[in-house]
């Protein structure tokens, strides 16, 4: 024998239907909004800068007065072969065409 249900319990339950699927494509539409996404990929390309520069000042900071008793500098310490080449306005600038990049493809889609 089938149930039947009031008509009260399903309008109940149509509302919060509604109310989940507006919650739910609220949180869709801003996790794919395209300012916040660049904005995200932005953040991301700063914190691995960062983590470079870092790097970086670690490996240098220790050897400097080593580096100026000897007369050498930077790019001739050891520990720092391949690093000696990006400079901070080189790592900026690839940064930025990054971001560039990101925004631009985000834009075509």
């Given at each position: 024998?089938?149930?039947t249900?009031?008509?009260?319990?399903?309008?109940?339950?149509?509302?919060?239907?509604?109310?989940?699927?507006?919650?739910?494509?609220?949180?869709?539409?801003e996790?794919?909004?395209?300012?916040?996404?660049?904005?995200?990929?932005a953040?991301a390309?700063?914190?691995?800068?960062?983590?470079?520069r870092?790097?970086?000042?670690?490996l240098?900071g220790?050897?400097?007065?080593?580096?100026?008793?000897?007369?050498?500098?930077?790019?001739?310490m050891?520990?720092?072969?391949?690093l000696?080449?990006?400079?901070?306005?080189?790592?900026?600038?690839?940064?930025?065409i990054?971001v560039v990049?990101?925004?631009?493809?985000?834009?075509?889609h």
């Amino acid at each position: 024998m089938p149930t039947t249900r009031k008509p009260e319990v399903i309008v109940r339950e149509i509302e919060q239907t509604r109310a989940e699927l507006a919650d739910t494509i609220d949180a869709i539409t801003e996790r794919i909004n395209p300012r916040r996404a660049a904005s995200r990929g932005a953040r991301a390309v700063r914190e691995q800068v960062a983590s470079v520069r870092d790097r970086v000042g670690e490996l240098g900071g220790s050897d400097d007065s080593a580096a100026a008793e000897s007369g050498s500098d930077a790019a001739h310490m050891p520990g720092l072969g391949s690093l000696s080449g990006p400079r901070p306005a080189v790592l900026a600038a690839a940064a930025a065409i990054a971001v560039v990049g990101l925004l631009l493809i985000r834009r075509r889609h």
